[in-house]
């Protein structure tokens, strides 16, 4: 499939006008002088705003036909004097587009539409719903944006709750509401924002969140959803989200924007918004020279027994770094989710495990770029590091690399576990080699590399060594470059 021209053919539509031109607010004030009405709807669905009550308002679609036959269309709407926000959704349903057609074999068709869910006080959110057509069927997706009209930003669903601890929170209330549900399975649900993505309010002020055909259900049993009754989700709103929840419950007639608001220069930090999770996290310092960061890495996975080795760098409060080949991702994407949600670095191996320098310059680039299509499907995560298969790497490896914005990792510590499946001999050598700023290269899909995880943690603990992710033990990296430990910026290759 060719992605490329996917995304091409989507930025040049975005950039060369489809966009409109911003009109002029007709009134300085956010809303007309008519009062407000109580809101009506559902009580398992997200408030709508008849679009009749937003002078100026005007539908924005892009259809495109690319090379093999996959018909895209999007559309979203085009509020006056909220241009920032139609940019940020035009962006988003490109990238979503993109990561269909790239990472879904057999695509045939992908379709935005559209609903204004709150357009009142200085808050706007916006409901998309996709269509996705593939060889395995169909399915359909949600996802709801907001918008503050004062400062210009769009903010994820999940910028509706205080913080990550907020999340969490939501995520035991959620999971008790749908647990018991035909063919839910509520241990796949984790609380980040991919999965999260669609939130709102019924007219009542209840939060209701909804999840995506054939995410956590099979697809037959439709959108799944739950609802947290309003005096338990006020507590974890953030005070954006409660000004949310007081405009979606009244209809405001006549709605118009002030004054325009310019886009916000920078995106939020890593981190700040729940959900997001920093592969960085500051509670350790890597870079001081008395700690002890050591970086253990997975190769090849997630496999059916990835969970246990989760658990058991849970009991040590330990990170570790997953580089993820595309058949496991697609065989285990809740293990994918879990990984992302317990701080775990994802990282891309390829999707096919190829040697890369077999490959030409665009092989290589399908290869890593369909990789993390997979994995942002999933998590929303892009992931910025890459291990070579077979550590096999040439200069053209390394400018494919640095145009996607990808550093290699390569490894000091070879535990050999692919040709010696015995747990002693694989803890023996990981322990042993191991050295302040090691990076330690295991494969989780081998049952002795799993059995021989718990030994490796409980030494390496005994020696006061903190296992962090690699993005932790290296710091800033650079895109193309290779790294091999944390205490070189730029080693030789790996032989």
Known sequence: MGTGSVAIALALLVLTGCLGSEADPASSGDS??????????????????????????????????????????????????????????????????????????????????????????????????????????????????????????????????????????????????????????????????????????????????????????????GRVRAVVPEKQARPLLSPFGKRAQKAAVVVTPEFRIGNAASAPKDSAPAGSVPGILSTTPDDVDCQDPGSKCIALTFDDGPSGRTPELLDALAEYDARATFFLAGGPVREHPGTVRRTYAEGHELANHTVHHPDLTSLDASSIAEELTTANELVRRETGFTMDLMRPPYGATDDVVAEVTEKLGQAQILWDVDTNDWRDRDSGIVSKRAVERAQPGSIVLMHDIHDTTIDAVPRILERLDEKGYTMVTVSQLLGETVAGEEYVDGSSPDPEPSP
């Open 32 to 221: 007309a002088s008519a009062g407000p009405a109580p809101a009506e709807g559902a009580e398992d669905k997200l408030t709508v705003v008849d679009t009749s009550h937003i002078p100026g308002l005007q539908e924005e679609t892009i259809t495109e036909d690319v090379e093999d036959g996959v018909e895209i269309e999007i559309s979203y709407p085009r509020i006056p004097a909220a241009g920032p926000f139609a940019e940020r959704l035009a962006e988003i349903t490109a990238q979503e587009a993109q990561d269909f057609a790239g990472a879904t074999p057999k695509t045939q068709s992908y379709s935005v539409d559209w609903q204004v869910s709150v357009a009142g006080g200085n808050v706007l959110a916006v409901r998309l719903t996709q269509r996705e057509k593939d060889g395995d069927g169909e399915r359909t997706g949600y996802s709801t944006y907001w918008y503050n009209t004062e400062s210009g930003r769009t903010a994820y669903s999940t910028e509706l709750l205080a913080g990550q601890n907020q999340l969490e929170e939501l995520d035991g209330l959620v999971k008790k509401r749908i647990e018991d549900r035909d063919g839910v399975d509520a241990s796949s649900l984790q609380p980040i924002a991919e999965l999260y993505d669609s939130m709102g309010f019924n007219p009542e002020g209840d939060l209701v969140a909804e999840f995506d055909e054939g995410q956590i259900a099979p697809a037959k049993h």
